[in-house]
């Protein structure tokens, strides 16, 4: 298995926002759904499969995803169904890893273009 290095704070180089989707009603009693800030944090984000971003830009965007590993501080709170934003981009939480270990990092596996945010 691939031995990590430790996190580095250089490493954390982009700002995210880490969503939750919040149920509520609206004035006729329907149900809604909105998304509420959990926290806004510094990530390292990679894209770890899928097509490159050339041919992502070339095929059909309706139907084609990138795979995301995001790396933020260690926290607990963040699970799968949530959501990142940054700088427009929108990336669907499907899975967390926690370095229980050294409690040093947690990793985000996103998904962009998959339910396009919604």
């Known amino acids: 298995s691939e031995r990590l290095m430790p996190l580095n704070a250089g490493q954390l180089n982009r700002v995210i926002?880490?969503?939750s989707r919040v149920a509520g009603v609206d004035a006729w009693g329907q149900p809604t759904q909105s998304w509420e800030t959990l926290a806004i944090t510094w990530a390292w984000i990679k894209a770890v499969s899928?097509?490159?971003a050339a041919e992502q830009m070339a095929g059909d965007q309706q139907t084609s995803s990138v795979n995301y590993?995001?790396?933020?501080r260690y926290r607990t709170?963040?699970?799968a169904g949530m959501r990142i934003t940054?700088?427009?981009q929108t990336l669907d939480i499907v899975g967390v890893v926690l370095d229980h270990a050294g409690r040093e990092y947690t990793?985000?596996?996103c998904i962009e273009g998959a339910r396009d945010g919604g």
């Open 17 to 19: 926002t880490i969503q």
């Open 50 to 52: 899928g097509a490159s």
């Open 69 to 72: 590993s995001v790396r933020v």
């Open 77 to 79: 709170d963040v699970t």
């Open 86 to 88: 940054t700088n427009g």
């Open 107 to 109: 990793d985000i596996v």
